[in-house]
């Protein structure tokens, strides 16, 4: 009997990583068409829990970054914000309808003109085993979009899984 009951576990656990899958891999041509949209390049690890790009700003202009806060601070999207002196913002990003929040950080380099987004999965998780993978880059995305940003040219630095 005990072999019986193995069997069945095993088969549970496949057909669970099976839904997985099948699920990333539907959400796949959504993902694809946020990244075009946003002009972001869609890379292997957009199911990564954690998203970091730097990226530069589309028409730098005097007191760009200022412009930026008080955008990013008008959005509907963003639930908390607090402010490392004039350099850092750190965030709460909402990417879909439900109460599903992103954590975030965006620094900004006034210098060159470009801002490093630092986005992390998993702040007020709320779906089941693995369902909610890609909303940092989906976040991502979004940001990008609503703020003018655009990835900097050689200067992706990946995501990480943890």
Not at 58 to 69: E, F, I, Q, T, Y
Not at 111 to 116: I, M, N
Not at 124 to 142: K, M, P
Request: charged residues 30%; hydrophobic residues 40%.
């Amino acid at each position: 009997m005990s072999v019986l009951a193995e069997y069945r576990r095993e088969a549970a656990g496949v057909l669970a990583v099976n839904v997985v899958w099948a699920v990333a891999v539907a959400t796949r041509p959504s993902l694809r068409r946020r990244a075009r949209t946003a002009g972001i390049p869609l890379t292997p690890d957009v199911l990564a829990r954690r998203q970091i790009r730097q990226l530069r700003v589309l028409r730098p202009s005097m007191g760009w970054s200022d412009r930026m806060r008080t955008e990013l601070k008008a959005s509907g999207r963003v639930s908390v914000t607090a402010e490392k002196g004039r350099e850092e913002i750190w965030f709460h990003w909402r990417p879909g309808r439900r109460r599903h929040t992103v954590w975030g950080s965006i620094t900004f380099d006034e210098a060159s003109g470009t801002v490093r987004l630092d986005l992390r999965d998993g702040a007020a998780y709320t779906g089941g085993a693995e369902l909610r993978r890609g909303s940092a880059f989906v976040a991502l995305c979004q940001l990008a979009r609503e703020l003018g940003l655009v990835e900097a040219e050689g200067r992706w630095t990946g995501g990480d899984q943890a």
